[in-house]
């Protein structure tokens, strides 16, 4: 049941819209944006994936070397110690790679569809042996003493949740790591509740469990403690594979509105709702059977990697809600709800 409502523009952005920041790189995908608002303007925090030229009979690759500088590595293609099935990961040697080194860029926009950068606000790169292989699909929590930005590290090591606050997207106060690996798809809540921060997190475990959503609680939004899982994935639905979640919950009168994405076993990726009390966050009021949104436009069900809506941005005025989303990780799009239809397809 998809109830979205498509911006008729889209794809709002696509590679080609941009130019590479790394020398020598092409972009190959624009993905999952963070999304807020600042001086009466629309912020996107795009996720922006570069990679050299391609060699007929090579796959080749950007990293950041141990001296902090990006390095092409290359393999060959018949190299039979080579797994390169999967587009995103590669493995060689018993060793993972992405084919492509990401990291954080700023678009801005008067009416949320036709956007712009300004050189005034430089893109957010990768740092240190944690962040060696990229920076990925940042949240944005407006917060009242700023912007608080968690988002993928990505190194050999794992894949961690690190946290960059800011005031102005020009000033970065880097906190590190703040979720050890393998953890992503972390969302904070925008306000305290009963004098705690909470965070939506999702740590995997797939040997004994699997990909969960889970809930934490601080006292600053660095340490976290008081882990508790809020959903699990489902056999045989749309979200039986991994879940996580989206941007930062939604408050209603009827609770926390989370939006979250679940894959099936075929790696499609839909979009789902849950809700969470108002006070005790850790209890689930109710979840989606069934998706509120689908890949089912050409440009969802086509791409670098194909059957893929992927949101970590959403705006919220009343009862309308605009989430900016990744479209077959490849470009980004815009779609509308109600809230109040999200809500009715939970009761």
Not at 91 to 109: A, H, N
Not at 205 to 234: F, K, M, Q
């Amino acid at each position: 049941m998809d109830i979205a409502k498509r911006t008729s523009e889209n794809p709002l952005l696509r590679p080609s819209d941009l130019k590479p920041c790394i020398e020598g790189m092409e972009i190959v995908c624009l993905l999952n944006p963070g999304v807020f608002k600042m001086n009466r303007k629309i912020g996107l925090l795009l996720r922006v994936a570069e990679r050299p030229a391609q060699i007929e009979g090579k796959i080749s690759f950007p990293v950041y070397n141990a001296q902090g500088k990006i390095e092409v590595v290359s393999f060959d293609k018949n190299d039979p110690l080579l797994d390169a099935t999967d587009p995103r990961v590669i493995k060689y040697k018993g060793r993972d790679y992405l084919t492509t080194l990401s990291y954080l860029r700023l678009v801005w926009s008067e009416d949320g569809i036709r956007f712009y950068e300004d050189p005034a606000f430089p893109p957010v790169y990768g740092e240190g042996m944690l962040e060696s292989f990229g920076i990925e699909d940042c949240r944005v929590a407006t917060m009242e003493d700023g912007y608080y930005l968690t988002f993928t590290e990505v190194s050999p090591f794992g894949v961690g949740v690190g946290l960059i606050v800011t005031k102005d997207f020009k000033q970065f106060d880097r906190k590190g790591m703040i979720l050890p690996p393998h953890n992503k798809d972390c969302a904070l809540f925008e306000e305290k509740i009963n004098g705690k921060y909470y965070a939506l997190h999702r740590p995997s475990s797939p040997e004994l469990g699997g990909n969960y959503i889970w809930l934490a609680e601080s006292p600053d939004r660095l340490h976290w403690g008081n882990h508790t899982c809020l959903a699990v994935t489902r056999e045989n639905s749309w979200d039986a594979a991994r879940i996580g979640a989206g941007a930062a919950p939604i408050k209603t009168s009827e609770g926390w509105l989370v939006i979250y994405h679940g894959a099936d076993n075929e790696h499609r990726y839909c979009l789902g709702a849950l809700l969470l009390d108002l006070n005790n966050p850790s209890r689930v009021l109710a979840r989606s059977k069934e998706p509120i949104m689908e890949p089912i436009a050409e440009y969802e069900q086509t791409g670098f990697f194909g059957n893929v809506v992927f949101t970590n941005g959403h705006l919220v005025n009343g009862d309308n809600l605009k989430i900016y989303y990744g479209a077959s990780d490849e470009v980004i799009c815009r779609a509308e709800f109600s809230i109040g239809d999200i809500l009715n397809t939970l009761k």
